[in-house]
């Protein structure tokens, strides 16, 4: 179904594709370009600046790629770092491409195509992929989430030959047999860049991005140079972001999408409740650390945000949450930077819509998530919580990416406030910050 577009002013230039409305990168250099699917945005890596690709949605492939012709004989260089990963699934992949067209061939359809180095499937597993025509033959290397990998792919007419090795440890390397990849008549040619995850939910850092012809460098992206950035992108202007994590619309959805570690992650509807209220909405995580269980792994919707805090907690929003927390059988209320509320044991599951209900009198919140109701809870400083807005808080883990559909925001007496099932998506109305293409 198509989506309608809605006009308001952001405050950062974003790419969107025009067919989907889904697929976009936020301030990438003017060199990059982006397909239709997957969400591409600069971000702070404790003080690096990365490439973020987040697999918003289950479409395949999903490219972003330098729009300048190196020939059709070149090699693509670039650290990548996987930092969510659903095992032993086809669709997990993720690493560098090259050849890449656009608009594919004839029975391509209009997608972006090209022959792919990639993490596939399972933490054992590395492959070549020329796309929508054929794997090459599978390599064993045994890699791990949240550590960078040298990738390192290299075309001579039909054939490609690649290695991935270990950043902090060089000997953990392989170096893949070359590879004459089917139907080479039909990717002669093509873009040099990265590949996200065709499976949904899952994110890739990407660094130091470099092309070479014959040896010499022609081309080179750190990041560095490209502001980072945090915000809301799709989303009626009455909607605020926090300085941390990001929030796109995407396929009628809201991705709130942890790109950093930084705690907490809110997103607020801007007005104010007084005295108490509620906020209600369906909630879906689309990844999660199983294994381990992290701590900062939380995710689900907040009242009482502040977006400037109090004096102990610094500049930084904050609030009282209904969250998923740590692991697959645990939900739990939090006062931000205050405390816990007790741990209540309810079994969740990943890619599952969960109906998310919070309601405030102003000292003390309830909640339930589907039919499970947890025991009301009287947070402490209440006097630090006073008011505030209603809103969606992010994972402090970063890698995590949490689906929010069919906000109801209602005041203290039971009135709707604001309800939002994100069909609608909003964009720039500064054309200078626009570029629309098929």
Same mark, same amino acid.
């Given at each position: 179904?198509?989506?309608?577009?809605?006009?308001?002013?952001?405050?950062?230039?974003?790419?969107?594709?025009?067919?989907?409305? +889904?697929?976009?990168?936020?301030?990438?250099?003017?060199?990059?370009?982006?397909?239709?699917?997957?969400?591409?945005?600069?971000?702070?890596?404790?003080?690096?600046?990365?490439?973020?690709?987040?697999?918003?949605?289950?479409?395949?492939?999903?490219?972003?790629?330098?729009?300048?012709?190196?020939?059709?004989?070149?090699?693509?260089?670039?650290?990548?770092?996987?930092?969510?990963?659903?095992?032993? =699934?086809?669709?997990?992949?993720?690493?560098?491409?090259?050849?890449? =067209?656009?608009?594919?061939?004839?029975?391509?359809?209009?997608?972006?195509?090209?022959?792919? $180095?990639?993490?596939?499937? %399972?933490?054992? @597993?590395?492959?070549?992929?020329?796309?929508?025509?054929?794997?090459?033959? %599978?390599?064993?290397?045994?890699?791990?989430?949240?550590?960078?990998?040298?990738?390192?792919?290299?075309? +001579?007419?039909?054939?490609?030959?690649?290695?991935?090795?270990?950043?902090?440890?060089?000997?953990?390397?392989?170096?893949?047999?070359?590879?004459?990849?089917?139907?080479?008549?039909? @990717?002669?040619?093509?873009?040099?860049?990265?590949?996200?995850?065709?499976?949904?939910?899952?994110?890739?850092?990407?660094?130091?991005?470099?092309?070479?012809?014959?040896? =010499?460098?022609?081309?080179?992206?750190?990041?560095?140079?490209?502001?980072?950035?945090?915000?809301?992108?799709? $989303?009626?202007?009455?909607?605020?972001?926090?300085?941390?994590?990001?929030?796109?619309?995407?396929?009628? =959805?809201? $991705?709130?999408?942890?790109?950093n570690a930084v705690d907490p992650k809110h997103l607020w509807f801007d007005k104010e409740l007084v005295g108490g209220g509620s906020i209600s909405a369906d909630v879906t995580m689309l990844s999660w650390d199983v294994n381990p269980t992290h701590d900062h792994s939380r995710a689900g919707l907040a009242l009482h945000i502040q977006p400037h805090g109090t004096a102990p907690d610094g500049d930084h929003d904050r609030g009282v949450n209904l969250l998923f927390h740590q692991d697959l059988n645990r939900v739990q209320f939090l006062n931000d930077l205050r405390a816990w509320g007790d741990a209540q044991t309810f079994e969740w599951k990943l890619e599952t819509k969960y109906p998310f209900s919070m309601t405030s009198n102003g000292t003390v919140v309830n909640g339930s998530i589907g039919t499970f109701a947890l025991p009301a809870w009287t947070f402490p400083d209440p006097q630090n919580?006073?008011?505030?807005?209603?809103?969606?808080?992010?994972?402090?883990? +970063?890698?995590?990416?949490?689906?929010?559909?069919?906000?109801?925001?209602?005041?203290?007496?039971?009135?709707?406030?604001?309800?939002?099932?994100?069909?609608?998506?909003?964009?720039?109305?500064?054309? +200078?910050?626009?570029?629309?293409?098929?």
């Open positions: 179904m198509m989506k309608r577009i809605g006009f308001a002013v952001l405050a950062v230039s974003v790419v969107f594709s025009s067919v989907a409305l +889904a697929a976009g990168h936020y301030q990438l250099g003017k060199d990059w370009k982006a397909g239709e699917f997957g969400a591409y945005v600069i971000v702070d890596d404790g003080g690096n600046r990365v490439l973020c690709a987040a697999a918003v949605s289950g479409g395949d492939p999903k490219h972003a790629w330098v729009n300048k012709d190196f020939g059709s004989d070149y090699k693509v260089k670039c650290d990548v770092m996987m930092m969510s990963w659903a095992d032993a =699934q086809d669709h997990s992949r993720a690493g560098i491409a090259g050849r890449i =067209q656009p608009n594919g061939t004839a029975i391509d359809g209009a997608h972006d195509r090209g022959v792919n $180095l990639l993490f596939h499937d %399972n933490y054992g @597993r590395v492959q070549y992929l020329n796309d929508l025509r054929g794997w090459g033959p %599978n390599e064993s290397f045994t890699w791990t989430t949240r550590t960078w990998y040298i990738f390192e792919l290299t075309f +001579a007419g039909n054939t490609v030959s690649g290695s991935i090795t270990n950043k902090a440890k060089p000997a953990d390397k392989i170096d893949l047999a070359p590879w004459e990849f089917v139907h080479p008549e039909e @990717r002669t040619k093509g873009f040099a860049g990265v590949t996200a995850s065709t499976k949904i939910g899952q994110m890739t850092y990407f660094d130091n991005f470099e092309v070479s012809v014959g040896g =010499q460098v022609v081309f080179s992206d750190t990041f560095d140079g490209t502001p980072a950035t945090s915000s809301a992108v799709g $989303l009626n202007k009455r909607w605020v972001a926090g300085e941390a994590g990001y929030y796109v619309v995407a396929d009628g =959805q809201l $991705l709130a999408v942890a790109s919580r006073a008011d505030g807005f209603a809103g969606v808080t992010a994972s402090t883990r +970063a890698g995590q990416i949490a689906a929010i559909d069919n906000v109801v925001i209602k005041d203290a007496a039971g009135n709707v406030v604001y309800t939002d099932d994100f069909s609608t998506f909003w964009g720039s109305s500064d054309a +200078a910050d626009w570029e629309l293409y098929r």
